[in-house]
């Protein structure tokens, strides 16, 4: 099973909207995955398959075994499924 990320800033709201598009698109797309949601520095040190954030906050993530996956409206799930599937 996929590990993945959603990040933002904080950890707090956005990361947790984020997680819940990205469990519905997977779904959708038919991919089993354990999606959580953290801030950007305790992302940094977790492993993961897959970390799903902004461009900015990608930028400090360089160097993450995981491949980044770039969406910048976390409320627009056509562009979160367009990133996934050319992610994965």
Partial sequence: ???????????????????MNVENVLKEMGVQADVEHTDVSSAAS??????????????????????IVIVNNYFDLNEIKESLKESM
């Fill in 46 to 67: 977790m492993p993961a398959d897959y970390i799903v954030t902004s461009n900015e906050l990608a930028q400090s993530l360089q160097g993450h075994p995981g491949k």
């Fill in 1 to 19: 099973m996929e590990k993945v990320l959603c990040v933002c800033g904080l950890g707090q709201g956005t990361s947790l909207i984020l997680r």
